[in-house]
T-cell receptor
């Protein structure tokens, strides 16, 4: 079945370091891909998305490119801040009525000053 | 603009007790979902409703029931709570295809079963 695999955390970085969180997917077809962020004690918020191959999603300095050939959607940020500390989820979904998002297990990022 | 609203935010139950988690959205979305979040497991789909009047099982439906009361509301019921149902529960909604936008999430219900 369809699935999402993320790198396991926690990821611990110093402020201003470069961030990469790997995400690969398995799907029959061409899904849309998402990154969600969850700050402590809160719900999930969409961080960025891409709906077709080679699309780049970006928001708040984060970027991810939809790579069909490697079935990947890696999240990157050039310089992390303490306020980026959160749990990051990669997800996929198909464009059919009622289709649910399928999530990876999440990666915890901790940034220290 | 409330978005997706879940009640309650916190709940402690004794084993065997029942309760209903409420969810309402004000975005006129067709599809609604219930997920549970457990450490190391990510989010797993419990039930979903593609449209008013329809519900379907997700990955982990055992021990739960749902009701799509109307287009706005989608409730999750635990008939006889078990410690294994201790979790954080999230409700979400999505607009209809073919917009294929993201899902919008509530703030979660943190449930402890003792």
């Amino acid at each position: 079945g369809d699935s999402v695999t993320q790198m396991e955390g926690p990821v611990t970085l110093s402020e201003e370091a470069f961030l990469t969180i790997n995400c690969t997917y398995t799907a029959t077809g061409y899904p849309s891909l998402f990154w969600y962020v969850q700050y402590p004690g809160e719900g999930l918020q969409l961080l960025l998305k891409a709906t077709k191959a080679d699309d780049k999603g970006s928001n708040k300095g984060f970027e991810a490119t939809y790579r069909k050939e490697t079935t990947s959607f890696h999240l990157e940020k050039g310089s992390v801040q303490v306020s980026d500390s959160a749990v990051y989820f990669c997800a996929l979904s198909f464009n059919q009525a009622g289709t649910a998002l399928i999530f990876g297990k999440g990666t915890t990022l901790s940034v220290s000053s | 603009n409330a978005g997706v609203t879940q009640t309650p935010k916190f709940q402690v139950l004794k084993t065997g007790q029942s309760m209903t988690l409420q969810c309402a959205q004000d975005m006129n979305h067709n599809s609604m979902y219930w997920y549970r979040q457990d450490p190391g497991m990510g989010l797993r789909l419990i039930y979903y409703s593609a449209s008013e009047g329809t519900t379907d099982k997700g990955e982990v439906p055992n021990g739960y029931n749902v009701s799509r009361l109307n287009k706005r509301e989608f409730s999750l019921r635990l008939e006889s709570a078990a410690p294994s149902q201790t979790s954080v529960y999230f409700c979400a909604s999505r607009p209809p295809s073919p917009m294929n936008t993201e899902a919008f999430f509530g703030q979660g219900t943190r449930l402890t079963v003792v």
